[in-house]
Every structure is written in C-alpha cells, then in structure tokens.
C-alpha cells in the first residue's frame, strides 16, 4: 500500500517512522524484501535522488546508478551536450534506453532523472520489473528550485523557471502514483531521507 512518510517528527506516527528508521540503522544490514532487486529513487531535480540514493546504496551494500551518468557514459556526451546538439527528444530516447539497461543490474539503488517518468514506456517497465520499489522524494516547488540553483549544476529543463514549475505540477500526479512510498524532504537532511526510506522498505517486509 502506498504511504507517505515526513522525515521530521511532529506528530506520534511521524515518531514511529523515526524510531523505525532509528532502528532500521542499527540493524546491518537492514531487513528488506528478500525479492527486492531495485531500489528507484524518483521526484523532480533537486529532490536529492541521487545525494540519498548514494547513502541508501552505501548502508545497505548495494551498487548505486545515477541515470544520468549512466546515459552520459553510453552516450560519450554530457546532458546539456545531448539537448544542445540533438534535442529533448533524442535526450528522452537515450534515456529509456540507459533505464533498461540500468535495471538489468541487480542489488542496485538507482536515481531517475526527474524527467524519466514522463514517457509512458519508461513507467511501464519500472512497474513491470519485478522486485523494483519506487521512492518518490517530495518538495515543493520553490524549495526544489532553490535546491537546483545553490548546487549550480547544469539543467537544460531548467533554463525557463516557469516552464519548469509547469513541468513540476504535470510530473507530480504521475511520481506519486507510480512510488510506492512518498517521502517529503523539504525540511529533512539527506541522512533522515535515507533513514526514513530504508525504514519504510523494511515495514513493507513486514507487513
Ligand atoms: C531532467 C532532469 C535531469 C536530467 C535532464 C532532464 C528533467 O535529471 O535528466 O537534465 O527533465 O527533469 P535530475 O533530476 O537528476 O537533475
């Protein structure tokens, strides 16, 4: 069942999930889903897909992928290359193409492109590969913005804040229904994040 999960405590289920994720710390490594092969990280740029994805991977052993270093490796060009010289839609075919190959690997945390569940195919497979949990990292808008500016990192979709704040609330409906758990991070450290998504597949093991 799909839950939502804060990673600051304010109420007494918001105290469980911290105990849950104190505990899910303590226990190395955590126990998850013995069929679980794929942990995806989704939400849009700047959520911390892959700041968290890197510290889930290292707690729980696992190999971490960014699916965009992923794509720039097989593509030998960097994402702003890639939409400068051929366009969004060669970047989204890329893309699709790296994902398939990325969940070919097994026991390993991957961070999505915020952009990645856009394409119909693309959640389709996420949804289809078996033992793949999907973690939808939640922010609004503003903070996630501010998040992108402050890292300074390249983003093509970025280059029009108002088409990107559209771009945010069309993507938003489809990362929730496709995440199993939601986590808001607008007022987490990466640390709790990561704490609070381990502890939530480690419940889910459970129940
Ligand atoms: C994009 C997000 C970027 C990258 C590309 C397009 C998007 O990934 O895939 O610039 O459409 O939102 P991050 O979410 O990792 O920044």
């Known amino acids: 069942m799909p839950t939502t999960v804060k990673s600051r405590p304010e109420e007494l289920s918001d105290i469980l999930d911290l105990q849950a994720a104190e505990e899910a710390s303590l226990a190395l490594p955590p126990e998850l889903p013995s069929n679980l092969r794929h ?111 402050l890292q300074g990192i390249s983003r093509p979709v970025l280059a029009d804040p108002a088409a990107a704040e559209l771009r945010f609330a069309a993507r938003h409906p489809l990362y929730r229904r496709l995440a199993r758990h939601t986590i808001e991070t607008a007022d987490a450290a990466p640390e709790q994040t990561a704490l609070a998504l381990i502890a939530a597949l480690a419940r889910n093991r459970a129940s």
């Not at 942990?39 to 700047?46: E, P, R, W, Y």
């Not at 990325?102 to 078996?130: H, I, K, W």
């Open 39 to 149: 942990i995806v990280l989704t939400g849009f740029m700047g959520a911390g897909k892959s700041t968290v994805g890197r510290l889930v991977a290292a707690r729980l052993g696992w190999k971490f992928l960014d699916l965009d270093q992923h794509l720039e490796a097989r593509a030998g060009l960097s994402v702003p290359e890639i939409f400068a010289l051929h366009g969004e839609a060669h970047f989204r075919r890329l893309e699709s193409s790296a994902l398939a190959s990325a969940l070919g690997q097994p026991r390993t945390v991957l961070a999505l492109g915020g952009g990645t569940p856009e394409v119909l195919t693309n959640r389709l497979l996420l949804e289809q590969t078996p033992g793949t949990a999907i973690i939808f990292l939640d922010a609004p808008f503003p903070a996630l913005f501010d998040r992108c500016v």
